[in-house]
Structures are given as C-alpha cells and as structure tokens.
C-alpha cells in the first residue's frame, strides 16, 4: 500500500489587531480599509480585533504599541506591525504578506 500523499497546507489564519486611538479621522480610514482589504483578500480566514487604545490602555502596552492606528499581524507569524490609516494598499498587502494573492 502506498503511503498517503504529504497532506497540503491549509491557508493560514491569519490574527489581526488594529490599535486606534478613538474615532479621529485616521482611525475611522483605518478601521475601513482593514475590513475592506480583510473582505476582499482574506474573506474567511482572518480574525480582525479592533482596540481602542483610549480603552484598553493596557493592552496597547503590552504590545508596546505607541503610535495610532497600528496594524499587528499576529499569525501568521513573524509578527509584523505597520502605522498609518492603512490607506495604501500595496504596503498593507506587502505588510500581511498577501501581496502574491489576485
């Protein structure tokens, strides 16, 4: 009997956490073109946290994160992080490493 084929990965999960600093304007860009992007290129397959960091202090800390609106991929990993309102896209997809995707 033959062995079984290598099993073929699964497409990753990928964990997300946008750190905002309550609704000024680069936050709310922020917070729309994350879904956007997520909708469009990761439908299914992402887990997208919203942090307001006027609310959860603490969490914004332990991430060591000192600026707003940030972007931290958590998974897959390297972790990796961009600062911005995340309005150009080809950082974005650069940054989630989804930039080989249609």
Partial sequence: MDPSPPAVPAEPLYVLRLYVAGATPNSTRAVRNIKEICEQYLAGRYVLRIIDMYQQPQLAGEE???????LV?????PRRQLIGDLSNRATVLAVLGIDHLP
């Fill in 73 to 77: 991929r958590q998974q897959p990993l």
């Fill in 64 to 70: 060591q994160i000192i600026a707003a609106p940030t």
